[in-house]
């Protein structure tokens, strides 16, 4: 199986995103990477780990790259061999089976619908994030492919959500939550409130009404729906509390004392599972559902550990034909 990357994406690119790319190779026997960009920086690095004559990594050439601080509709209009175009491209033209996209979600998300196309049904793609919970994962979308939604795109989205909860937790029949400030059905904006009887009247999914941002950690759905500002607002601060919590529990071991000091170090050994958990970097990416191809959106800051583990997830998302499965769910 082939995965094209964007080599040039993201704020550590091109080194963190080839070395992530050596790890996926170096860890399993079914996956070939081809790296797009400046050819010169991503040979050179390769050079350096003596993978240059590895047959199961090869070099697409672009020439040019899409920053983060550009506007993805005008770059991509002006920039047609962008690096994240050009991976695009490669799936498209099935030469490769799907994309890992870090760097600007703008134009990762414009570089698919043009590229790719929308799958049948659907008007826009939303980005799927597994969210860490008490019970497991809560899978929330969209978290930031979409600012504005209408009710159409907000049940598109519970559709797509339901389909892929059941390939990523194996659940048959995972439950749906539309994400509102309140759990009665007479409570939010007009969005929410004209989604809401849609949903329920809804027999192709299992909603369970409203949830609160409070029910996301506690596992209370395996699916919620939400429009793509507020997603990313909950996503971005997730990551910032976990951060933050962390410092401030290090720092509190750190000014208590040696008592403070022993305590930690005898409970680290339990704890390691719950920080591996609630560690974004464990994820490595979500997938953009509703384009025609899978396609992985990375972090802008990611590092090698969550470009292979994207380059995993994506493996794994081929084999289990989700296009397929949405394809299919889009037709009933």
Do not use: W
């Not at 050009?86 to 134009?107: D, F, Q």
């Amino acid at each position: 199986m082939k995965i094209a990357i964007d080599a040039m994406g993201g704020d550590f690119a091109p080194l963190e995103i080839v070395l992530g790319a050596l790890e996926a190779v170096r860890e399993t026997e079914h996956i070939d990477v081809v790296l797009v960009g400046d050819k010169t920086q991503i040979f050179k690095i390769l050079e350096d780990n003596n993978e240059t004559n590895n047959p199961r990594i090869s070099v697409y050439h672009a020439s040019q790259v899409i920053g983060m601080d550009e506007h993805p509709g005008q770059a991509l209009r002006k920039k047609k061999d962008a690096s994240v175009v050009v991976a695009t491209s490669l799936v498209r033209s099935k030469e490769c089976e799907a994309v890992i996209a870090p760097g600007s979600t703008g134009a990762a998300v414009a570089a698919a619908l043009f590229g790719l196309g929308r799958i049948k049904g659907i008007d826009r793609p939303v980005i799927a994030t597994p969210m860490p919970t008490v019970n497991g994962i809560t899978v929330m979308l969209d978290s930031g492919a979409n600012s504005n939604s209408k009710p159409k795109h907000l049940v598109q989205g519970a559709l797509m959500g339901a389909e892929y909860a059941k390939l990523l937790l194996g659940k048959e029949n995972p439950t749906v939550g539309l994400l509102n400030i309140g759990e009665e059905a007479t409570k939010g904006n007009e969005v929410v409130l004209a989604t809401y009887p849609i949903l329920e009247n809804m027999k192709t999914i299992n909603f369970k009404g409203n949830v609160e941002g409070r029910d996301i950690p506690k596992g209370t759905v395996d699916v919620v729906v939400c429009d793509g500002f507020v997603g990313n607002v909950i996503l971005k601060f997730a990551e910032g509390l976990v951060t933050g919590l962390t410092q401030l529990i290090k720092d509190s071991i750190m000014n208590g004392g040696i008592l403070a000091k022993i305590g930690a170090l005898l409970i680290k050994p339990a704890l390691k599972p719950m920080a591996k958990k609630v560690d974004h970097t464990e994820n490595g990416g979500a997938p953009l559902l509703g384009v025609n191809g899978v396609f992985m959106i990375a972090h802008g800051s990611s590092k090698a550990k969550e470009i292979k583990t994207a380059i995993t997830i994506a493996a794994d998302l081929v084999e289990r034909k989700i296009i397929e499965h949405i394809r299919e769910t889009m037709e009933i």
